[in-house]
C-alpha cells in the first residue's frame, strides 16, 4: 500500500524568505502523480502545484516548485517569497495513476506560520 | 459557477442520531469524494463515486452511506452517530479518471457528535 510522510508538522519563515516543506512517500508503482494541497483558514483545500511522475523535470507555479526526487521517493515543497497569504496547512497527496485505482493518499500536513 | 458547495457548514448530532450531508457540484464532474479530515491523520476518504449511479467504498467506509442519484450531487448519511464520527468532512469532485484532472473541494462541513 502507499503512504505519504510528511515529517514536520510545523514550520515558520520570515515573509520574503523562502521555505521547503518535505514530503516522502512509499510506492511499488512507477507511474503515479503527486501534489501539494494549500488549507487556509477557510478550511477551503486549493491545489498548489502538481507533479507527474514520468516528467523528469520540476513543476513549477510562480512561487511555487518542487524538488522531484523519484529514486529517493521525495517531493519537496518550496515556497519563494513567502507572503502573509502563504500561512496555512500544506498538504502533500499521491495518486496512483493505475487502471482502476482512484483514491488520493494524503499526509498529514505541516502548519506553515508566516511572520511579519 | 458556484463549484463544490456543501450543505450544512456545521451540525452537531446527538449518539445515535441521523442526518445526511450534501454535496453538490456544477461542473458536470463524473468522479466524487467524500473524505474526513482529523487532527493529525490528514484526509482520508470514506467513500467515493466515479458516475451517477455509482458508488464505492473507500479507506474509512463503516457507519456510513453514500447515494449517488443525480450526476450532481453526492451524499453522505450517518444512519446512527458516533462519537468517534466527530470530524470535518470533505466533498471533492473532478472531471475524469486521469489524476491530471483537478480535484476541487468543497468547504468542508464540521460534524460534532455529543
Known amino acids: 500500500a502507499q503512504t505519504v510522510t510528511q515529517s514536520q508538522p510545523e514550520m515558520s519563515v520570515q515573509e520574503a524568505e523562502t521555505v521547503t516543506l518535505s514530503c516522502t512517500y512509499d510506492?511499488?508503482?512507477?507511474?503515479?502523480?503527486l501534489f501539494w494541497y494549500k488549507q487556509p483558514p477557510s478550511r477551503q483545500m486549493i491545489l498548489v502545484i502538481r507533479?507527474?511522475?514520468?516528467?523528469?523535470q520540476n513543476a513549477t507555479e510562480n512561487r511555487f516548485s518542487v524538488n522531484f526526487q523519484k529514486a529517493a521517493k521525495s517531493f519537496s515543497l518550496k515556497i519563494s517569497d513567502s507572503q502573509l497569504g502563504d500561512a496555512a496547512m500544506y498538504f502533500c497527496?499521491?495518486?496512483?495513476?493505475?487502471?482502476?485505482?482512484?483514491?488520493?493518499?494524503f499526509g498529514t500536513g505541516t502548519r506553515l506560520k508566516v511572520l511579519a | 459557477n458556484a463549484g463544490v458547495t456543501q450543505t450544512p457548514k456545521f451540525r452537531v448530532l446527538k449518539t445515535g442520531q441521523s442526518m445526511t450531508l450534501l454535496c453538490a457540484q456544477d461542473?458536470?464532474?463524473?468522479?466524487m469524494y467524500w473524505y474526513r479530515q482529523d487532527p493529525g491523520m490528514g484526509l482520508r476518504l470514506i467513500h467515493y463515486?466515479?458516475?451517477?449511479?455509482?458508488?464505492a467504498k473507500g479507506e474509512v467506509p463503516d457507519g456510513y452511506n453514500v447515494s449517488r442519484l443525480k450526476k450532481q450531487n453526492f451524499l453522505l448519511g450517518l444512519e446512527s452517530a458516533a462519537p468517534s464520527q466527530t470530524s470535518v468532512y470533505f466533498c471533492?469532485?473532478?472531471?475524469?479518471?486521469?489524476?491530471?484532472?483537478?480535484?476541487?473541494f468543497g468547504p468542508g462541513t464540521r460534524l460534532t457528535v455529543l
Open positions: 471533492a469532485s473532478k472531471r475524469g479518471f486521469y489524476a491530471y484532472n483537478e480535484q476541487f
Open positions: 510506492t511499488s508503482e512507477s507511474d503515479y502523480y
Open positions: 507533479q507527474e511522475a514520468y516528467k523528469q
Open positions: 497527496a499521491y495518486r496512483s495513476d493505475t487502471s482502476g485505482t482512484y483514491k488520493y493518499i
Open positions: 461542473m458536470n464532474h463524473e468522479y
Open positions: 463515486s466515479v458516475g451517477e449511479g455509482t458508488t
